[in-house]
Structure formats: structure tokens, C-alpha cells
Nanobody, 117 residues
Framework: VQLVESGGDLVQPGESLRLSCVASGFRFASSDMNWVRQAPGKEFEWVSGINTSGRTFYSNSVKGRFTMFRDNAKNEVSLQMTSLKTEDTAVYYC????????????RGQGTAVTVSL
């Protein structure tokens, strides 16, 4: 399993950002996918998931602001983040695993999102 995240950046509160994750080494189209994040000094937090049918699920902390997509032709999941808040600052990882049960042992190197004035 290989997962490569990209798109993290330093942005101001209220701005938007789109993260991407390209997957390889497994049957992507047959796999649920998740995004998790880890803020400095904190545990991993599940952010969103998408099942094989394309149905999406979100944590309460991001619901209404984040949207997750998948493109099976490109083996890619993405996370469109809007109305970013300082508390969204974290390293974001995509992972395999059932929706809301991310396999954090199968994750990429992460991409850093910093939301600050």
C-alpha cells in the first residue's frame, strides 16, 4: 500500500484548500478511504470517509465545511476544505480502512495544513 498526500499549505482563517491523495498497491475502487489529521501534541482525529459507492461521511467538527471526493480512474481521493479555522491546523493523512475506522498504520507521509493569521 502506498499513499501520497499533497496540497497542504499555510492559509488564513476563512480561506480554502484542497488536499489530494494518490493511492497504489491495492484495489482502490474496492476500498473505503478516510482522511485523518493529527494536530501538534494530539491524537489522530478522524475527519472524513468515503465508501466504495461514493457516499461520504464527516466528523462533526468539519461537517458542512469539508467535502471528500474520490476518482477511481485516477486512484485518488481529495478533500476540499472551506471556511478553514485555526483549529484545523494539523498534518492530514489519507488512510485505508472502513469509513470512520481508519487504518492509521496504512497512511502516507501526510501533508501539513496551517491556518493562521
Amino acid at each position: 500500500v502506498q499513499l501520497v498526500e499533497s496540497g497542504g499549505d499555510l492559509v488564513q482563517p476563512g480561506e480554502s484548500l484542497r488536499l489530494s491523495c494518490v493511492a497504489s498497491g491495492f484495489r482502490f475502487a474496492s476500498s473505503d478511504m478516510n482522511w485523518v489529521r493529527q494536530a501538534p501534541g494530539k491524537e489522530f482525529e478522524w475527519v472524513s470517509g468515503i465508501n466504495t459507492s461514493g457516499r461520504t461521511f464527516y466528523s462533526n467538527s468539519v461537517k458542512g465545511r469539508f467535502t471528500m471526493f474520490r476518482d477511481n480512474a485516477k486512484n485518488e481521493v481529495s478533500l476540499q476544505m472551506t471556511s478553514l479555522k485555526t483549529e484545523d491546523t494539523a498534518v492530514y493523512y489519507c488512510t485505508t480502512g472502513p469509513v470512520a475506522q481508519p487504518n492509521i498504520h496504512e497512511r502516507g507521509q501526510g501533508t501539513a495544513v496551517t491556518v493562521s493569521l
